[in-house]
């Protein structure tokens, strides 16, 4: 993986809610998956700001609906991961698997 393409935390929740969500991850899906599971208030423009970011990166791509078949339907813009984003969310999960292998992480910290 290039320097510089590394993850972030908010990075892998969306694309793992992307992986979840299949061919229904648009930005408003997006963010009711991960504000679902991590119980956090997320901000619609961090998402699709977080969604612009990995198109650019090569690691979700976009496509745009025709518009609702009703008064002032519109577009909506659906995101799926491919198959560079995949490595890449696979690269960071082992990231984080090699540095806590070996390690009580739940008992380190309460020890603190």
Same mark, same amino acid.
């Given at each position: 993986?290039? #320097? +510089?393409?590394? %993850?972030?935390?908010?990075? $892998?929740?969306?694309?793992?809610?992307?992986? @979840?969500? &299949?061919?229904?991850?648009?930005?408003?899906?997006?963010?009711?998956?991960?504000?679902?599971?991590?119980?956090?208030?997320?901000?619609?423009?961090?998402?699709?700001?977080?969604?612009?970011?990995?198109?650019? #990166? +090569?690691?979700? %791509?976009?496509?745009?609906? $025709?518009?609702?078949?009703?008064?002032?339907? @519109?577009? &909506?813009?659906?995101?799926?991961?491919?198959?560079?984003?995949?490595?890449?969310?696979?690269?960071?999960?082992?990231?984080?698997?090699?540095?806590?292998?070996?390690?009580?992480?739940?008992?380190?910290?309460?020890?603190?």
């Amino acid at each position: 993986m290039p #320097k +510089g393409d590394y %993850l972030g935390e908010f990075e $892998q929740l969306v694309l793992l809610a992307l992986l @979840r969500l &299949k061919d229904r991850a648009y930005g408003v899906t997006v963010r009711r998956e991960i504000q679902g599971r991590t119980d956090r208030n997320v901000a619609i423009g961090a998402v699709y700001a977080s969604l612009e970011r990995l198109e650019r #990166k +090569g690691y979700v %791509l976009a496509t745009v609906s $025709q518009p609702e078949p009703v008064p002032g339907g @519109r577009a &909506k813009k659906y995101f799926r991961i491919t198959r560079t984003g995949a490595d890449a969310l696979k690269h960071a999960r082992e990231m984080m698997r090699r540095m806590t292998d070996g390690l009580a992480v739940d008992a380190e910290l309460d020890a603190i």
